[in-house]
Each structure stands twice: as C-alpha cells, then as structure tokens.
C-alpha cells in the first residue's frame, strides 16, 4: 500500500507560480514511478507530468511543457510540482499517484496505469 498526500495548492494570479508537494508512505519510495495529473469540472483526468523511480527521466503534458517542473526527494519521500507562468486554464484539481510497476527509468502518462492516487489539491488561476 502507498498512502498519498498532496499539499500546496492556492489561489493565485495569472502569471504567478505555485508548488504542489506530494508526500508519500507505506512503500519503499524509490519502488514507484510518480506522476500527476489534473481534472477541471466536466472534463476527464489529464495528465501533467511524471517521473521515473530513479528521477533520471520526466515526461510533461502538452499544455505545461516548459512552465511546470517535476521532481523527487528521496529524502523526504516527496514529489514535487513547480508550477510557473500559470494560466486560467491551469485551474484544476491536482492528483499526485504512484505507479509500483514501472521499471527504474521508465514512466507512463497513462491514468489507469496509476495504483494509488492522492486526494487532490484545488489550484484556481484567476485572470
């Protein structure tokens, strides 16, 4: 079992930067591939980012390419999500999960490849 815990989200202006944490227990941390993903109202899950057990690869989201910055801490058992030049449209939900099945450098974009998921953290973007 991987138990989740996402934090860092907020109400911030156009252009701003936020970063998201993810903290996370129950399993050797090094053991899963992270990523997260982000869900408006009316829309499916979209992915955001990921990284892979050993960090050494990342993957983003269209949409977040070149804005958005995922990283891990071993240390802390913690994932990270900076978030710059943020846009209204990057208003969302925001889920960290973990993926225990991925290789050591490898990564998936895929929602249902995820077993565990946090609960989310609300990130509004005014204009």
């Known amino acids: 079992q991987v138990q989740l815990a996402e934090s860092g989200g907020g109400l911030v202006q156009a252009g701003g930067s936020l970063r998201l944490s993810c903290a996370a227990s129950g399993r050797t941390f090094s053991g899963y591939a992270m990523g997260w993903f982000r869900q408006s109202p009316g829309k499916e899950r979209e992915f955001v980012a990921a990284i892979s057990r050993s960090g050494g690869s990342t993957g983003y989201g269209d949409s977040v390419k070149g804005r958005f910055t995922i990283s891990r801490d071993g240390r802390k058992n913690t994932v990270y999500l900076q978030m710059n030049s943020l846009k209204p449209e990057d208003t969302a939900v925001y889920y960290c999960?973990?993926?225990?099945?991925?290789?050591?450098?490898?990564?998936?974009?895929?929602?249902?490849?995820?077993?565990?998921w946090g609960q989310g953290t609300q990130v509004t973007v005014s204009s």
């Open positions: 999960a973990a993926d225990v099945r991925r290789s050591t450098r490898d990564y998936t974009t895929s929602v249902s490849s995820y077993d565990y």
